[in-house]
C-alpha cells in the first residue's frame, strides 16, 4: 500500500531557516510515495527546491489573540490537570503563570490543528499508510501525538534536537507535556545521545520511545589549508543571546595574533553584535549575515578557515559543525548538549559550557600555536568523525529505514 508523509516544519522550504532539512529531504522524498511539507511559515517565499514528489502546504504555528483567550477554557481539560501533576512529582520546578499559559496554549493549538490534520489527511492520503513526522520536539509534535491518540492506525514520530529538548534551556525552564508526547508518539528520535540520556533520567519510564538517530550532512569538499598570514575564525549561527557572540568578540579582543573572525548567520543581537565589533576589533571581522547554505559552502570551498568556533550556552549536536568537519576543519565548542558527540581534544577543543572570553581567547591561541603537523592531525581527525558518524547518504538512508518499520 503507498505510504504518505506529512511533514511539518518551521519554516522549510520557505525563507531561509533549517537550511540542514535540504540534506534530509530527497531520502524522505524516495522512501515515500507521496511528501506534504506543512511548514509554518506563512511569509515568505520559497527558497528552496523539493523533489518532485513534494506538496507544499502552509499553517500559521502562534496563536492570534483571541486563540490566546481561548487557551484559557483548556483549563478544564483534564490533561493540563495531568501535567500539573507530573510537573510537581517529576520536574521539581514552580508552577508559574508563563509555565500555566504555556501549557493552555499547548492544549489550544492541539485542538486547531487536529481539524486542519484531518482535513490535510482526507486531502491527501485516501487509502494510504500515514506518517506523521515533526521536525521538532515542540508544540506540533504534542499536536500530532494527540491526533495519533485518535487515529491508532497512523504512524507518528518527531525528531528532538537542542532546545527542544532540554528544560533549562527555555525562559521558563519547562517543555510543555513531554510525557504526553512520548506515550503517544511511535517514537521520538533524539540528535544526540545526550538528549537520549536525558530524557532516560528524567522520565525513565518512556525510554523505550527514544532512539538515537544523527542527523548528516554530506562530504562537500576539502578546505584549503590556510598558507596566510591572516588566521580565520569561523562561525555560523543565529545572533541570539544562546549563542553566546558577545562572549566570542570580547574573547577576540584578548588576541595578539593576526587574525580575521567571519560569521554567517543573523538575529535579534545582529547589530548589537556587530557595533560591539566595530569598538573592540575594528577591521578584523566580517558579519556577512543570512545567506543560503549553498552560498556557505561555496565560500568554504574557496576560501581558507583555520578553525571553527561554537561558544553557545546550548545546543543538540550542530550541524554547522559537521559542515565543517566534512571539509576537515577543526572545531573549539563548549561542552553543552551532544557536542561533545562530535568534538574532542583530537579534532578541536572542548571548552567549558559557560567560559569566560580569556578561557575563549587561551583556547584559540594554543590552536594558533599548534605545529603545522599537530594542526593537520586535527584536520584529518575532523573529517575522520564527520565519515564515521555525520555522514547524511548512510544517516538518512537509516532514518529511511527506521520510520518505515514503526
Same mark, same amino acid.
Given at each position: 500500500?503507498?505510504?504518505?508523509?506529512?511533514?511539518?516544519?518551521?519554516?522549510?522550504?520557505?525563507?531561509?531557516?533549517?537550511?540542514?532539512?535540504?540534506?534530509?529531504?530527497?531520502?524522505?522524498?524516495?522512501?515515500?510515495?507521496?511528501?506534504?511539507?506543512?511548514?509554518?511559515?506563512?511569509?515568505?517565499?520559497?527558497?528552496?527546491?523539493?523533489?518532485?514528489?513534494?506538496?507544499?502546504?502552509?499553517?500559521?504555528?502562534?496563536?492570534?489573540?483571541?486563540?490566546?483567550?481561548?487557551?484559557?477554557?483548556?483549563?478544564?481539560?483534564?490533561?493540563?490537570?495531568?501535567?500539573?501533576?507530573?510537573?510537581?512529582?517529576?520536574?521539581?520546578?514552580?508552577?508559574?503563570?508563563?509555565?500555566?499559559?504555556?501549557?493552555?496554549?499547548?492544549?489550544?493549538?492541539?485542538?486547531?490543528?487536529?481539524?486542519?490534520?484531518?482535513?490535510?489527511?482526507?486531502?491527501?492520503?485516501?487509502?494510504?499508510?500515514?506518517?506523521?513526522?515533526?521536525?521538532?520536539?515542540?508544540?506540533?509534535?504534542?499536536?500530532?501525538?494527540?491526533?495519533?491518540?485518535?487515529?491508532?492506525?497512523?504512524?507518528?514520530?518527531?525528531?528532538?534536537?537542542?532546545?527542544?529538548?532540554?528544560?533549562?534551556?527555555?525562559?521558563?525552564?519547562?517543555?510543555?507535556?513531554?510525557?504526553?508526547?512520548?506515550?503517544?508518539?511511535?517514537?521520538?528520535?533524539?540528535?544526540?545521545?545526550?538528549?537520549?540520556?536525558?530524557?532516560?533520567?528524567?522520565?525513565?519510564?518512556?525510554?523505550?520511545?527514544?532512539?538515537?538517530?544523527?542527523?548528516?550532512?554530506?562530504?562537500?569538499?576539502?578546505?584549503?589549508?590556510?598558507?596566510?598570514?591572516?588566521?580565520?575564525?569561523?562561525?555560523?549561527?543565529?545572533?541570539?543571546?544562546?549563542? %553566546? !557572540?558577545?562572549?566570542?568578540?570580547? =574573547? &577576540? *579582543?584578548?588576541?595578539? @595574533? $593576526?587574525? +580575521?573572525?567571519?560569521?554567517? /548567520?543573523?538575529? %535579534? !543581537?545582529?547589530?548589537?553584535?556587530? =557595533? &560591539? *565589533?566595530?569598538?573592540? @576589533? $575594528?577591521? +578584523?571581522?566580517?558579519?556577512? /549575515?543570512?545567506?543560503?547554505?549553498?552560498?556557505?559552502?561555496?565560500? &568554504?570551498?574557496?576560501?581558507?578557515?583555520?578553525?571553527?568556533?561554537?561558544?553557545?550556552?546550548?545546543?543538540?549536536?550542530?550541524?554547522?559543525?559537521?559542515?565543517?568537519?566534512?571539509?576537515?576543519?577543526?572545531?573549539?565548542?563548549?561542552?553543552?548538549?551532544?557536542?561533545?558527540?562530535?568534538?574532542?581534544?583530537?579534532?578541536?577543543?572542548?571548552?567549558?559550557?559557560?567560559?569566560?572570553?580569556?578561557?575563549?581567547?587561551?583556547?584559540?591561541?594554543?590552536?594558533?600555536?599548534?605545529?603545522?603537523?599537530?594542526?593537520?592531525?586535527?584536520?584529518?581527525?575532523?573529517?575522520?568523525?564527520?565519515?564515521?558518524?555525520?555522514?547524511?547518504?548512510?544517516?538518512?538512508?537509516?532514518?529511511?529505514?527506521?520510520?518505515?518499520?514503526?
Amino acid at each position: 500500500m503507498p505510504k504518505t508523509l506529512f511533514f511539518f516544519t518551521s519554516s522549510y522550504p520557505f525563507g531561509k531557516g533549517e537550511t540542514f532539512i535540504e540534506n534530509e529531504i530527497s531520502y524522505l522524498a524516495e522512501a515515500f510515495h507521496k511528501v506534504v511539507i506543512v511548514s509554518n511559515d506563512t511569509i515568505n517565499i520559497q527558497t528552496r527546491e523539493v523533489p518532485k514528489n513534494v506538496v507544499l502546504e502552509r499553517k500559521g504555528y502562534e496563536l492570534s489573540t483571541a486563540g490566546k483567550l481561548l487557551s484559557t477554557l483548556q483549563i478544564f481539560n483534564i490533561l493540563f490537570f495531568k501535567e500539573l501533576n507530573i510537573i510537581k512529582k517529576h520536574y521539581n520546578i514552580k508552577i508559574t503563570l508563563p509555565v500555566v499559559n504555556t501549557m493552555l496554549q499547548t492544549l489550544h493549538k492541539a485542538k486547531v490543528w487536529s481539524k486542519f490534520l484531518e482535513i490535510m489527511v482526507n486531502k491527501y492520503s485516501k487509502n494510504e499508510n500515514i506518517y506523521l513526522y515533526s521536525y521538532w520536539n515542540n508544540d506540533m509534535a504534542f499536536a500530532i501525538a494527540d491526533y495519533k491518540r485518535k487515529h491508532k492506525n497512523i504512524t507518528a514520530f518527531s525528531r528532538m534536537h537542542g532546545w527542544d529538548t532540554y528544560f533549562e534551556a527555555s525562559e521558563i525552564n519547562y517543555l510543555p507535556f513531554r510525557s504526553y508526547i512520548f506515550n503517544n508518539l511511535n517514537r521520538v528520535f533524539a540528535i544526540s545521545q545526550k538528549g537520549n540520556d536525558y530524557y532516560s533520567e528524567l522520565l525513565p519510564k518512556y525510554v523505550n520511545k527514544i532512539s538515537v538517530s544523527y542527523l548528516g550532512v554530506p562530504k562537500r569538499g576539502d578546505n584549503k589549508v590556510n598558507t596566510s598570514t591572516e588566521f580565520q575564525i569561523l562561525t555560523i549561527s543565529n545572533t541570539i543571546a544562546l549563542k %553566546n !557572540l558577545e562572549t566570542l568578540v570580547r =574573547a &577576540l *579582543a584578548l588576541l595578539n @595574533i $593576526p587574525f +580575521k573572525w567571519v560569521h554567517f /548567520g543573523d538575529g %535579534n !543581537l545582529q547589530n548589537e553584535i556587530a =557595533a &560591539l *565589533a566595530q569598538q573592540l @576589533i $575594528p577591521g +578584523k571581522f566580517d558579519m556577512k /549575515g543570512r545567506v543560503s547554505n549553498s552560498q556557505v559552502i561555496e565560500y &568554504l570551498n574557496s576560501n581558507q578557515v583555520d578553525v571553527f568556533v561554537n561558544v553557545s550556552f546550548t545546543e543538540g549536536i550542530p550541524v554547522s559543525i559537521m559542515e565543517v568537519m566534512s571539509f576537515g576543519i577543526p572545531v573549539i565548542a563548549t561542552n553543552v548538549g551532544g557536542t561533545s558527540e562530535i568534538v574532542n581534544n583530537k579534532n578541536g577543543f572542548l571548552i567549558n559550557p559557560k567560559p569566560t572570553p580569556a578561557e575563549v581567547a587561551n583556547t584559540i591561541n594554543t590552536f594558533y600555536n599548534l605545529t603545522d603537523n599537530e594542526k593537520a592531525m586535527k584536520r584529518k581527525v575532523a573529517f575522520n568523525t564527520w565519515n564515521a558518524k555525520f555522514n547524511a547518504p548512510e544517516n538518512y538512508t537509516n532514518f529511511a529505514q527506521l520510520i518505515l518499520h514503526l
